[in-house]
Nanobody
Framework: QVQLVESGGVLVQAGGSLRLSCAASGRTFSSYTMGWFRQAPGKEREFVAA????????NYADSVKGRFTISRDNAKNMVYLQMNSLKPEDTAVYYCAADQRWLPARYTYWGRGTQVTVSS
């Protein structure tokens, strides 16, 4: 069982930067693929980024490549999403997710989300 709690979402101006954090509970955190997803108002939830259990592999949505960076600290049970050059279209609720498979179609564990608002 893994419990996830996101934090760091705020209101930021376009062009700015923000780092989201996800705190995970559970002794086996280091064995999980971790992902970030987002859901904008009126839209379906979409994949943003993922990182393998050791951190050696990452994957990004085309819309965030070159602007967002996912990282993890297994010693602290933390996952991060560094977001740079933010755009108004990045506005969404951002969710942290965990699964024991690499890039699964559906992640097993989810946090409750943190709101990111980018003003133009």
């Amino acid at each position: 069982q893994v419990q996830l709690v996101e934090s760091g979402g705020v209101l930021v101006q376009a062009g700015g930067s923000l780092r989201l954090s996800c705190a995970a509970s559970g002794r086996t955190f280091s064995s999980y693929t971790m992902g970030w997803f987002r859901q904008a108002p009126g839209k379906e939830r979409e994949f943003v980024a993922a990182i393998s259990w050791r951190g050696s592999s990452t994957n990004y949505a085309d819309s965030v490549k070159g602007r967002f960076t996912i990282s993890r600290d297994n010693a602290k049970n933390m996952v991060y999403l560094q977001m740079n050059s933010l755009k108004p279209e990045d506005t969404a609720v951002y969710y942290c997710a965990a699964d024991q498979r690499w890039l699964p179609a559906r992640y097993t564990y989810w946090g409750r989300g943190t709101q990111v608002t980018v003003s133009s």
